[in-house]
Structures are given as C-alpha cells and as structure tokens.
C-alpha cells in the first residue's frame, strides 16, 4: 500500500487556518533541561493552567505510543504529534527520537515536531530529518549576550555548565547554528520569544530581524507568565496592547504567529479548546502501566524479590531475578535468572535485556534511571512498586495500571545499606 505524506500546512500552530479544525498532542517524555531560565518554575502543575514547562506525568517512548493511540481513537482530529518538554526534548535525546521513530511508523500520516531551547539541537537535526519530522520551534530570547544573560541563569552543554554572559553566548552561538542546520534540512522553523517587560521588550525585534535573516520561517511573540519561586515573580504579564505594539515591530522582519495558546507539555486538542484536564486520567494512568509487546512472543514477567511473594528488591542490587508466568488459576515460578555483574554500566542492562528477551516486563521496589533507559529501549517495561507480586502480575498481563501499587517512579534517587552494600542515591547508574 502506498504511503500517503503528511500535509504540513495542517500543523495548527504554523496555519492559523488549521487552527480551528486540526488538533495537536503533545507527548511528554523529555523531563530534564540543559538550562535555567529565570522566568521557568516547572514545579507547579495546574490541570486548569496553560503555559509550556507544565506536565501531569512523564511518559517513556512506549507509554507515549499506547497513549496516543487512547488519544487519537477520541480525538480524530489530531493531525500533529509533538515533544515539548516538560524539559527540553534534546536534554533527553534518545527518549525523544525514539518516541518519534515509534510515532512514525505507527501512524505514518501525522505530523512531527519538536519545540526546544536550541542548546543541543543542532547535531540531532539529520536525524529528525530522516524521521520525518517537518517543523521545530526553537525558544529564543535574546540575540546580544548582554541581554540574554539576564534571562538565563546557567546553561549546561555537554558536560560542561556555563554560567553569566558566557551562558548567553553559548546559548545563542547553538541557536544560530540549529537554526540554519533545520533550514539546510528544509524543516520549517519557528521561533519563540519570551516578552519579558523590563528584560528583552526593546529587543524583540532585534531577534525577529536576526531569526528570519537566518531563514525562519514564523515569529512568536509570547508574553510573560509569571512564575512563583523564580526571578521574575515580582514582574507583571505583559498587557495586549504591549504584545500588540512588538508584534507590529517584529513583523518588519519575519511573519508573525497571533494564535499562540502556551500550550502545555501535555497538551491535546485544538489550539483554542484544550482538552489536557479531561485526558489527565489516561496520561497518567499511561504513565504506570507497562504497555504488553504486539508480537505475543514475551510471555513472562521478570521480578526483583527476596522470598518470591513481594515485590521488595532494588533491581540494581539483585544478583538474581525471578521468571513468572500465567497459570491456571493465577501464575507460577518458571525459573530464576542471574543478572549480569555490576561495574559495567549501561552494558550491564542491555546484557540483561538480552537475557530477558521472553519478558515483557520487570517489577522492581526501586531501579535507576539509567537501568530503566535502557530496558525500555529494548521493549521491556520497568514497573517500580511494592506489594505482593501477585498483584503486579495481575496489572501487567491484564493491562490495568499499576499506579495504586507504585512505590516512586523510575529513576527517583534511591540509597540506604542493603545486604551489607550501598546504593549511591543519584537514581541514574545503580549499575
């Protein structure tokens, strides 16, 4: 059967004309960020408030997938599957093109697109390329270091963290660049401005100007929302007739977006009716089940436990893991596996993904980030809970949530002696 190519002018966002009639949902697996902005507090999460940085849970790849299968089947309209934070989504590169890889070839007729800061963007633009992915909004907020400075804190590229003026050049010199890389690529770019009184509003236009001489395609001038807790707390949002006057300056330079809604990190639904509150049910209870494989080739369930009836290991800890299995009338012992030595790092997981190979999930009382990366990349979900194994069997095989049974969610710091050793409580490694 041919393949029919997404139409990229039904993106609601670049056509105020597919606004109305064209939904978008954003899917949020990118938690950590490379920066600090002073305006950005993402702690706080009301279902009613609608501004970027803001998510009710944080999905892996696969989770995302299950939930916009949920999601598309009650909203038919959706035209545009999107990652927006609620970090940056190249601070969490292999989540983000993984769920677009996932995206694409399961729906291979939407839409793909990305909003990040730019930081570290650009090496990752031929991939997105490949995947199909047709446009990007990149955020920025100032072209001269002198200002930017004062809207960033720090920046962190690489390993490396980079504070002051030198955070605003480097910032902006990674902005450039991802800019005419995406161009190069022939992805439509839009840029998002922060409008923070007293900060950058004599300057917007400044970035308009710069932005479209690198070939972007649509400006956004985005009023402040202040935060609580952060720099910028004390400031007033910006008024109409202020956002009015800077767009009007800006679009000597670049065409501009008037639609904008802030959308959430976890946004579904058209541009102007929002429907993250109502699905807040199923993105969470997406974000605690472990989704089973289509192929029906891993019948059984790696377990971390002690005696065999809890759930009560730290994956990271055990030196050996339990096989179950459905039986009549409940579930049965198969067998017990040795996991791999620990010193190994991220090798110690994929060996253990390759010997799990038949299971399509793994219970744990606790397990790092990293190990849970890991095994999720190769198609086996990690369900961090406590309680009797019994039960988290039942979740998975029938496919219910397991969120009443979660003890914290992976990737949360964990330490504390057990069995005469220590957990290094970073919740990345345990490896």
């Known amino acids: 059967m041919k393949k029919v190519a997404p139409d990229i002018s039904a993106h609601p966002c670049f056509n105020a004309e597919a606004s109305g009639c064209r939904g978008r949902v954003h899917l949020p697996v990118a938690p950590k960020c490379n920066i600090q902005c002073r305006y950005c507090n993402r702690?706080?999460?009301?279902?009613?408030?609608?501004?970027?940085?803001?998510?009710?849970?944080?999905?892996?790849?696969?989770?995302?997938?299950?939930?916009?299968?949920?999601?598309?089947?009650?909203?038919?309209?959706?035209?545009?599957?999107?990652?927006?934070?609620?970090?940056?989504?190249?601070?969490?590169?292999?989540?983000?093109?993984?769920?677009?890889?996932?995206?694409?070839h399961r729906f291979p007729d939407m839409l793909l697109c990305v909003a990040s800061n730019g930081l570290e963007l650009a090496p990752h633009v031929p991939a997105l390329a490949d995947l199909g992915c047709t446009h990007v909004s990149v955020t920025v907020n100032a072209?001269?270091?002198?200002?930017?400075?004062?809207?960033?804190?720090?920046v962190r590229k690489g390993k490396r963290v980079h504070r002051g003026r030198r955070a605003a050049e480097v910032l902006l010199q990674s902005q450039r660049e991802a800019v005419q890389e995406l161009k190069g690529h022939g992805i439509m770019v839009k840029i998002n401005c922060i409008l923070v009184p007293g900060i950058n509003d004599h300057h917007v236009a400044e970035v308009a100007r710069e932005m479209g001489t690198l070939g972007a395609?649509?400006?956004?001038?985005?009023?402040?929302?202040p935060n609580r807790d952060t720099p910028f707390a004390h400031l007033e949002e910006p008024?109409?007739?202020?956002?009015?006057?800077?767009?009007?300056?800006?679009?000597?330079?670049?065409?501009?977006?008037?639609?904008c809604t802030r959308c959430r990190a976890d946004a579904v639904g058209l541009l102007g009716e929002d429907r993250s509150a109502e699905f807040r049910s199923e993105l969470l209870r997406a974000s605690f089940s472990a989704t089973p494989p289509r192929d029906g080739l891993r019948p059984y369930v790696a377990v971390a436990s002690h005696e065999g009836i809890l759930v009560n290991r730290h994956l990271g800890e055990a030196d050996r893991l339990q096989i179950w299995a459905p039986a009549e009338g409940g579930y049965r012992l198969v067998e017990e596996r040795p996991t791999p030595p620990r010193g190994t790092g991220d090798e110690r997981w994929r060996t253990l993904a390759s010997r799990l190979r038949d299971c399509r999930a793994l219970l744990a009382n606790a397990a790092g980030e990293n190990p849970c990366r890991v095994l999720e990349q190769e198609g086996l979900a990690v369900v961090v809970m406590e309680g009797l194994i019994a039960d988290g069997l039942e979740a998975v095989y029938q496919g219910r949530s397991v969120r009443p049974l979660a003890k914290r969610r992976p990737g949360a710091a964990c330490s504390g002696p057990r069995e005469g050793r220590t957990c290094g409580g970073d919740g990345l490694g345990c490896g």
């Open 43 to 104: 702690k706080y999460d009301c279902v009613n408030e609608s501004r970027p940085g803001v998510s009710s849970a944080v999905l892996s790849p696969r989770q995302a997938v299950h939930y916009l299968e949920t999601v598309r089947r009650k909203v038919p309209s959706l035209a545009v599957a999107g990652v927006a934070g609620p970090g940056d989504p190249f601070a969490n590169v292999e989540e983000t093109l993984e769920t677009m890889s996932l995206v694409r």
């Open 143 to 154: 072209v001269d270091p002198t200002v930017g400075e004062k809207l960033t804190a720090w």
């Open 217 to 225: 395609d649509l400006f956004n001038c985005m009023p402040l929302v």
């Open 239 to 259: 008024d109409e007739e202020t956002v009015r006057r800077i767009r009007r300056e800006a679009a000597s330079f670049m065409v501009q977006m008037n639609h």
